[in-house]
């Protein structure tokens, strides 16, 4: 299968002179639909940094992220909040969501600006809260639900719209042990059922077993 | 992003409250200065702009319409010379003292006018008419100085500098810009009994209608010319004067506008003090739009959007306090200029302060690092 992003030899280097740190060290790497990678490393090894310029949050100091065959780590910083709307769901560990809109309204949110058809807004968001089991609860607001409930709000919230690649960055750090263990199976199930590339950052082990494949970093390399 | 600004708006409504107090508290304040300034300039112009005249003939160096000085009435015939006029017609400013029924006494302004013509009378009667000040002892007196003088009952009779005066009407609406109560009176009356300023052969105003309003600039020239110990002046030119002399030289329009000054920056500064923090305290959200693909434009139109909101909420509220305490206020002896061109010109400075104080939250959210996102 043609992988829908690749990392070609991509490096994240912060300052100059003695005070150089490499974040992230000439990595390459090719993520396939319906594939979950996990992401593990000890803190400071660029885990989140790699996360990041894969999701083109972050330009790399040097190689290439190519997105279906075009190369989007040489996009101007204007193009690329298009690029993220258009293949990117992302799950952080805080959960982010926005404390005056309820999970109905959070998952509504991605799709306005993803310029949805307004007719559609309400009965999609609606259908991806059912999908991650959370419909009875879409008029809550996030002080309302639990941690584990808030983490599937922002499942939801990332799959608004339909994006071919979720990014999640520690899911399970701020959730128990029998949640964590939920949320990775959902992510498992968005990789295989909807054919969704799925990139996870996680010191969790259970999450090791999960994987389909998993890649470890130390000192901002492949080890 | 108008849905997203108000939903963020509304929810934390403490937040809401303290930018709408700034904002209303600004715009009352504001509202004040300007309307009282504007209707303090309108008293002080009141008779010039009511009186349908295009020439307005005065002693040398009048600064202004309350301080006229005394010239030889019969100048008249110099200005009735000039081609371009159609009438002109003398008046009389003068000062003096009406006895209060409790014994005490109460300065006024003396307005002496012709009550053939109309030419410088009141321009809006409640009781009585202008005509009825004719052939005798009969004044006419603004019903708004009823507070300061006791009941204005038409028929009553006052004594104005020790002469007695039957009070034939009231008028309504003038007002002079020292606030004392302004009487008017006929001007062949003002010559016969009220001679302590001016004498029976003089005038402190002649007023000129002419044919072609557009040759006005042209008689001002032509009259300067023949009348070398008068100043003359265009109406617009006589209301610029009076006004420039109580905003500039008095110094008043300068207090004036300090404290609408003050007011703004007092409001701009609560709802920029707040919009910031409320921008700290969203960072966190900022960034994960950013990151979920939002353009910092989209951010900006949430931050906008929510001044402006506040904007046009507070000051909708300020409005309406100002024009509800609007009756007392004039009651108290004070006019507001409430204007809607007033409140539409203030609304946009206004906003345009609201804006201008979302400066510093734009510039946050233009440098944050959508990666900041990724921090627990």
């Known amino acids: 299968m043609t992988p829908i992003l690749r990392t070609d030899n991509i490096s994240k280097i912060y300052g100059e002179g003695d005070g150089k740190v490499i974040a992230v060290d000439s990595i390459s790497l090719e993520l396939k639909k319906g594939e979950m990678l996990l992401i593990m490393g000890p803190s400071g090894s660029g885990k989140t940094t790699l996360l990041s310029i894969m999701g083109c949050i972050l330009h790399p100091t040097r190689g290439e992220v190519i997105i279906e065959d075009e190369i989007v780590s040489r996009l101007h910083e204007e193009a690329l909040p298009d690029i993220r709307k258009r293949y990117f769901g992302f799950v952080f560990q805080a959960f982010n969501l926005f404390p005056s809109l309820t999970a109905q309204e959070n998952v509504e949110l991605v799709l306005r600006l993803k310029k949805t058809p307004k007719a559609l807004i309400r009965q999609m968001a609606g259908e991806l809260l059912n999908k991650v089991g959370l419909s009875k609860r879409a008029s809550f607001y996030p002080s309302d639900l639990s941690g584990g409930e808030k983490q599937r709000v922002a499942f939801a919230r990332a799959l608004a719209g339909g994006p071919p690649i979720l990014l999640a960055d520690e899911p399970t750090a701020n959730l128990d042990s029998k949640t964590g263990l939920e949320v990775l199976k959902l992510l498992r199930e968005m990789a295989e059922q909807d054919s969704k590339a799925v990139v996870i950052v996680s010191h969790d082990p259970k999450a090791e077993s999960l994987a389909h494949r998993v890649i470890f970093l130390e000192d901002g390399r492949i080890g | 992003m108008l849905w997203l600004a108000l939903k963020t708006l509304f929810h934390e409504r403490g937040r809401l409250i303290i930018t709408l107090t700034g904002i209303i508290f600004s715009t009352v304040l504001t509202l004040a200065q300007v309307s009282m300034y504007l209707g303090m300039m309108g008293n002080a112009t009141g008779v010039i702009r009511h009186t349908d005249a295009d020439i307005w003939v005065m002693s040398k160096n009048v600064q202004n319409f309350d301080f006229a000085n005394p010239f030889p009435e019969e100048r008249i015939n110099k200005v009735r010379s000039m081609p371009d006029v159609i009438w002109a017609d003398r008046l009389i400013l003068t000062w003096g003292f009406l006895k209060l029924g409790s014994g005490g006494q109460e300065q006024v302004q003396i307005i002496g006018f012709n009550p053939d013509t109309g030419v410088g009378a009141p321009w809006k009667m409640v009781s009585g008419s202008r005509s009825d000040v004719k052939g005798g002892r009969y004044m006419i007196i603004d019903r708004t100085s009823e507070k300061r003088l ?135 959200e900022f960034g994960t739009l950013k990151a979920l693909g939002a353009r910092n434009s989209d951010i900006y139109a949430v931050i906008f959007s929510q001044v402006g909101i506040n904007a046009v909420i507070g000051f909708f509220i300020g409005s309406i306090l100002i024009i509800s305490l609007q009756g007392s206020v004039e009651k108290a002896g004070v006019s507001l200029y409430l204007h809607p061109l007033l409140f539409m010109s203030l609304f946009l400075v206004v906003l345009l302060t609201c804006l201008l104080s979302a400066f510093f939250s734009v510039r946050k959210v233009r440098s944050l690092d959508p990666v900041t996102v990724f921090r627990s």
């Open chain 2, 150 to 284: 006791g009941g204005l009952q038409p028929g009553s009779v006052w004594e104005l500098n020790q002469v007695q005066f039957k009070l034939a009407g009231l008028s309504e609406g003038t007002r002079s810009f020292t606030t004392a109560p302004v009487v008017f009176i006929g001007y062949n009356q003002v010559h016969r009994y009220l001679t302590h300023f001016v004498r029976d052969d003089q005038a402190t105003y002649i007023v000129a209608k002419l044919r072609d309003p557009e040759k006005t600039e042209e008689t001002v020239r032509a009259l300067r010319e023949v009348m070398k110990d008068n100043d003359i002046l265009s109406k617009k030119d006589f209301i610029k004067k009076t006004v420039l002399y109580w905003t500039v030289q008095t110094g008043m329009g300068m207090g004036f506008f300090l404290t609408a000054l003050l007011g703004l920056i007092v409001g701009g500064a609560i709802v920029g003090q707040t919009v910031y923090a409320n921008t700290m305290e969203h960072l966190r």
